[in-house]
């Protein structure tokens, strides 16, 4: 329909009366119509029926459903004398359908309407419509039938989509850019129909398609010759769209403040004013302006525009903080309060909600208003999703025990019905056991003594209702009740039932965190669950479950996984391939099997419950798109797409990795490290200098008959090793107290073995990534001056999962065509001995291709080459470091950047030597899982040697010129360079008792060698 500037005491055209009925008045009007329609004898008259029926239920009740849908079959019924009419039943049919869950009924509804408008803007608008209703016609009052078919097109999309039926939606979307691109219809028209199509694109995780989409409507945005034209309002929608599903959270929240100036040019604005005004201020002048005129539409898309920009600020998690942003926030929620003040009800609820949430944020807030605040909204709520977040925020965020809280839980325990509404009952079980947790865990509060019988009652109930269908209806709240009826068992002799409980909150947890895609929310959750994980590494290590400590650790692993994959989603220097890999396991793994019933329609409101049927079959639909995203993820991800599945947790460990060893012989031993996850308290509320560190140690000592064998303990080193980073050189005075990682099974295995056949050892060191292992002491096991090195050929890796993925990576015997990016020929010189490695490594490897800058590495590494796989890939260049890892820099001879993300675009050789300074595996944070080593292993690299820190160039280029001449000979990597480092050693004994030298060479992967 054309858009009408109207305000709310502004007459229309034809003497209608202005702004929007009252429900009350609409039903009544309706209902006067329809008499007089079914009464009068006048020609013609009757074919108001179909209108007044359709009007006749607006904003029904629950229990006004089956009259609704009644009411809207007979307006199809009725309206068989005019194509226009019946469309128009058929649309709204649809959300009749729909309110009773009938959602295939409601797409046929809205295919029925776009087929009864064959013919587009050719089909006739009834005469009597236009005098009726000469308002909603443009001058020609050809837009009308145009406008109801893209609303047809548009719902049939969304519910198609709804139900999971892309292909559909797809074709749909394709049809109806077709129509749209006549030559009747406007370049406006066409913009809706590719936003419909953008829409599909997003549904099927298309990161192709949805930039091309955003190209074509940038590009029909450019005819037009006002920035704040329609069309650009649609373009900045659909990007805004597009970052939204990407989870760019700081890209959708520009693109907001964007369409704020925008609507403040289209309503007349000053263009000097609107580029120097404040977000607030401008819309404070925006909506003062829009009242003077009594515009409601101004009014109400002002207030969306305010409210969401708050909203964008609360999911960057800048909010909590940065006061003023903070106060920012509170004063847009003025603004669209002051906006909707008088006809918007749910969005004054969901003002009442975000303000309250912010509020909290400071810590003189008052628990009792928050939960009062929370509750309000949890009863007065229109949407059922905004009374479910309200409800939430009070149990998790208001006062532990509160009553106010009990009551509104048992009220809705008692009215919700767990059949229709198994979905929410099943929620409000859980947030139930919840709010008792919170009481047990505090020692009980001033409204509810201790009861932890009750709570575990209550867990245990609401476990076996949150995973129906094998699809968890809520990972967080299943989590948090499963972590109850654990701690429910402490000091009751039933450790091994309570391990069990943890390990089924532990994969809650690792499904969870696939889905973070914030560093404020994965710290919320990494926080919130530690004890989940600390507490079951306590008692694995108490009833000496090696398995459930495999379980527990690699969960914790994942903690990065779902920050990873949205940086790779929306990370433009990121092949397209994989993001769009990327966005399918993420987008995935969210879904959960509740169906909505919002047509668009404020009879819509209230939404809907699936019915147990729909949440079975969701489900089964949901496990099809997780393996199916998962699968494609492992192909094209690598180590990290196995990391992505959840499911996957019990089948992985270390046991297993070396029972399918396949080149290993003599001694292989995994060692597993896992730092305590919160703070170890004195007792007196203060902190301890030393942080607790689980050591799990699996080996398997001689040939392919002997046993596997296990131990699992842990130590307290000091905090301060944890704390420190790769760049601090104390760590090498440190080193004695490092060599404590090594627990004295393993130290005993060090010391059997020969130096000529030194022990194979995988090491996987969370939160341990920084320490320089060759370098370790021995002194604990007899072995006076010497090393770990000496006795082990050592392997790092982020995880057992990703180490698992590795084995499985096949190898490439060739050692050729290789590329070489070595920085010895710049002026500057400061890389004064790489040339010399270059000369070894050409010298010994033949055919060696060397490349000097960016683009031309790109090209040679692309994806999409026919030309043969490059077989491995050196560089002896300048490396940079940042705090997220992907930002990590070579730089290139010719002075271009190359980075990890941009990496993350190539096809990796199954070998990269990054022989530069700061290549690990790590980032700022101490969190594995990054930088340059994952982005070549997710593109196809089995084996990556890196940098730790800024390691030094002459003695890396004597060390690198042994490992090329034996690479050459057929000496697989990781053994190539210990054998270099070692043989280097003992031809310079001097510079032992410098580690710093030569320790910061670290093979990442090679789990087969």
Request: charged share 25%; proline share 4%.
């Amino acid at each position: 329909m054309p858009w009408v500037d109207e305000g709310l005491s502004k007459a229309r055209t034809g003497n209608f009366p202005s702004g929007r009925p009252s429900k009350k008045l609409t039903r009544e009007s309706a209902r006067q119509l329809l008499e007089l329609a079914e009464a009068s004898a006048l020609e013609g008259f009757n074919n108001r029926i179909p209108i007044a029926l359709i009007a006749l239920y607006r904003d029904p009740a629950k229990n006004e459903h089956g009259a609704f849908l009644a009411a809207r079959l007979r307006a199809v019924e009725e309206a068989q004398n005019s194509k226009f009419v019946v469309a128009l039943a058929y649309l709204s049919l649809g959300p009749a359908y729909s309110s009773l869950q009938r959602f295939d009924d409601a797409i046929n509804a809205y295919g029925s309407g776009i087929t009864a408008l064959e013919g587009g803007v050719d089909v006739a608008v009834p005469e009597w419509l236009r005098e009726d209703a000469p308002f909603v016609m443009d001058e020609r009052g050809k837009y009308t039938a145009l406008g109801l078919l893209w609303r047809l097109h548009s719902r049939r999309i969304a519910r198609l989509l709804d139900a999971n039926r892309v292909v559909e939606a797809e074709a749909s979307a394709s049809r109806f850019v077709s129509i749209a691109s006549g030559q009747e219809f406007t370049l406006l028209d066409l913009a809706h129909a590719i936003s419909n199509q953008c829409q599909v694109a997003r549904a099927r995780r298309d990161v192709t398609a949805m930039a091309a989409h955003e190209l074509e409507l940038l590009h029909l945005s450019s005819t037009e010759a006002h920035s704040w034209s329609p069309m650009h309002l649609v373009a900045s929608v659909v990007k805004s769209s597009n970052a939204s599903k990407l989870k760019d959270r700081g890209r959708v929240l520009q693109l907001r403040r964007d369409r704020i100036r925008l609507r403040a040019i289209r309503y007349g604005f000053d263009g000097a004013d609107v580029a120097l005004l404040a977000d607030v201020e401008l819309i404070k002048r925006m909506i003062n302006a829009a009242r003077t005129i009594q515009s409601q539409d101004r009014l109400r898309v002002l207030g969306n525009l305010a409210y969401d920009v708050a909203v964008g600020l609360w999911f960057t998690g800048v909010l909590e903080h940065d006061f003023n942003s903070r106060r920012v926030a509170i004063d847009l929620l003025d603004c669209a309060e002051d906006a909707w003040r008088g006809f918007a009800v749910n969005g004054t609820y969901a003002i009442r909600l975000t303000r309250a949430r912010i509020s909290s944020l400071d810590p003189q807030y008052s628990r009792e208003s928050l939960t009062l605040e929370c509750i309000a909204v949890s009863r007065g709520a229109l949407r059922s999703g905004l009374r479910r977040n309200g409800l939430v925020a009070a149990v998790r965020s208001g006062v532990v025990g509160s009553s106010v809280v009990r009551a509104r839980l048992d009220e809705l325990l008692g009215s919700v019905d767990p059949v229709r509404a198994a979905g929410e009952f099943a929620v409000v079980m859980g947030l139930s056991a919840e709010w008792w947790f919170r009481v047990n865990d505090a020692g009980g509060s001033s409204e509810q003594a201790l009861d932890w019988e009750s709570g575990e009652r209550a867990a245990l109930d609401a476990v076996t209702l949150l995973r129906p269908a094998g699809v968890s209806l809520d990972p967080e709240l299943e989590a948090t009740c499963w972590l109850g009826a654990a701690l429910s068992l402490a000091g009751r002799g039933r450790e091994i039932e309570q391990l069990e409980r943890l390990l089924w909150s532990v994969r809650c947890v690792a499904e969870l965190m696939v889905t973070v895609s914030t560093t404020a929310d994965r710290t919320r959750l990494s926080n919130g669950f530690a004890r989940v994980f600390d507490t079951g590494a306590a008692l694995s290590v108490e009833l000496g479950d090696h398995d459930a400590a495999d379980v527990i650790m690699e969960a914790a692993r994942r903690d990065r996984v779902g920050l990873i994959l949205a940086e790779l989603a929306r990370n433009p220097d990121v092949d397209t391939a994989i993001r769009s890999s990327a966005l399918a396991v993420s987008d995935s793994s969210a879904a959960i099997p509740t169906t909505t019933t919002t047509d668009g329609e404020d009879g819509d409101e209230d939404g809907g419950t699936p019915a147990a049927s729909s949440t079975e079959s969701r489900s089964a639909a949901i496990l099809i798109d997780r393996q199916g995203a998962v699968s494609d993820a492992e192909r094209v991800l690598g180590p990290l797409g196995a990391l992505c599945d959840a499911s996957a947790l019990m089948s992985i460990t270390a046991a297993s990795i070396l029972d399918r060893r396949s080149d290993l012989t003599g001694t292989t031993v995994v060692l597993q490290l896992f730092p305590q996850q919160t703070s170890q308290s004195s007792g007196e509320d203060r902190e301890v200098s030393t942080v607790r560190v689980y050591r799990r140690l699996t080996w398997i000592e001689g040939g392919d008959d002997s046993a596997v064998e296990e131990h699992l303990d842990h130590f307290d080193p000091p905090k301060t090793l944890l704390a420190t980073s790769a760049e601090d050189r104390r760590i090498f005075a440190w080193l004695p107290t490092f060599a404590q990682i090594l627990p004295q099974p393993l130290l005993d295995l060090l010391a059997r073995a020969d130096r000529s056949s030194p022990v194979r050892l995988m090491i996987v060191p969370t939160g341990l990534f920084h320490v320089p292992f060759d370098a370790l002491p021995l002194s604990g096991s007899g072995l006076r001056d010497e090393m770990l090195i000496d006795r082990a050929v050592v392997s790092v890796h982020g995880s057992l999962t990703s180490m698992l993925a590795l084995m499985r990576t096949d190898t490439v015997p060739s050692i050729v065509p290789s590329i070489a990016v070595y920085d010895g020929e710049r002026a500057d010189g400061e890389l004064k001995h790489v040339e010399a490695e270059f000369v070894s490594l050409n010298t010994h490897v033949p055919g060696v291709i060397r490349v000097r800058g960016a683009e031309e590495l790109r090209e040679r590494l692309r994806r999409d080459s026919d030309s043969e796989p490059i077989a491995m890939l050196a560089m002896g260049v300048h490396g940079s470091s940042d705090d997220h890892g992907w930002g990590q820099g070579k730089t290139m001879p010719d002075g271009s950047i190359v980075t990890a993300a941009q990496a993350l675009g190539w096809k990796a050789p199954r070998l990269c030597v990054l022989a530069s300074c700061h290549s690990p595996i790590t980032t700022a944070d101490g969190v594995e899982l990054s930088g340059f080593p994952l982005a070549l292993m997710l593109t196809g690299a089995a084996t990556v040697i890196g940098g730790l820190y800024d390691i030094d160039d002459k003695a890396t280029t004597v060390i690198m010129n042994r490992f090329w001449e034996l690479y050459a000979g057929g000496t697989a990597p990781l053994i190539a360079l210990h054998q270099a480092k070692v043989e280097w050693l003992h031809h310079n004994p001097d510079v032992r008792r410098t580690p710093r030298l030569w320790a910061g060479l670290v093979t990442y992967g090679a789990a087969t060698q």
